[in-house]
Nanobody, 116 residues
């Protein structure tokens, strides 16, 4: 079955960095685009970043452009989100996502808290 397992969240001070990882299994990883979303308390889940199947193209929400980088290692079936210059407003649960033949799959989420 399809599994997406995120890791790498935690507590970080403003201006700090974290790298999230999402290990995928149960499908042909290198055939599909991958996405990171985030959801802050009381708010909707928002798209943060997208990477195409081969990693040749990426897109970002305006709020994270220039600070976050999405990447993937198809040999390891893993997608990453490098987050730099973190701000308190980046605090959220971050989710890995794949849409496989019109079915959405989500990981369990990893908490990122940016606070001094």
């Amino acid at each position: 079955q399809v599994q997406l397992v995120e890791s790498g969240g935690g507590l970080v001070q403003p201006g700090g960095s974290l790298r999230l990882s999402c290990a995928a299994s149960g499908f042909t990883f290198n055939n599909y685009a991958m996405r990171w979303y985030r959801q802050a308390p009381g708010q909707e889940r928002d798209l943060v970043a997208t990477i195409t199947s081969a990693g040749g193209s990426t897109n970002y929400a305006d709020s994270v452009k220039g600070r976050f980088t999405i990447s993937r290692d198809n040999a390891k079936n893993t997608v990453y989100l490098q987050m730099n210059m973190l701000k308190p407003e980046d605090t959220a649960v971050y989710y890995c996502h794949a849409n496989l033949k019109w079915v959405d799959y989500w990981g369990q989420g990893t908490q990122v808290t940016v606070s001094s």
